[in-house]
């Protein structure tokens, strides 16, 4: 058994004008046009014809900096965090 080490890196914002792939399972591009809270406000790609539409910022797959957030050890089996 050994002990997984996860590193967490900032995401950065998404930014209006940028296209992200999507959680989905379809695998969606949508285009950013305007952010609100947690919410994004854009276009799907290739599906121009549903207009805009709303958006979590969860379900984007943003890009991530080079900047470390944290760093965690983690039991593979149980997935619980461990103290070193």
Not at 12 to 24: A, L, M
Not at 27 to 48: A, N, P, S, W
Not at 63 to 80: A, G, N, R, T
Request: glycine fraction near 6%.
């Amino acid at each position: 058994m050994k002990i997984r080490l996860i590193k967490k890196y900032k995401e950065i914002p998404p930014q209006p004008g940028e296209t992200y792939k999507t959680k989905f399972a379809t695998g969606d591009m949508f285009t950013v046009k305007r952010v609100v809270r947690d919410t994004v406000y854009g276009i799907y790609v290739g599906r121009e014809h549903l207009g805009e539409c709303p958006l979590y910022t969860e379900r984007l797959i943003l890009p991530k900096s080079d900047e470390l957030v944290s760093e965690q050890y983690e039991c593979p089996h149980c997935h619980k965090t461990i103290d070193i």
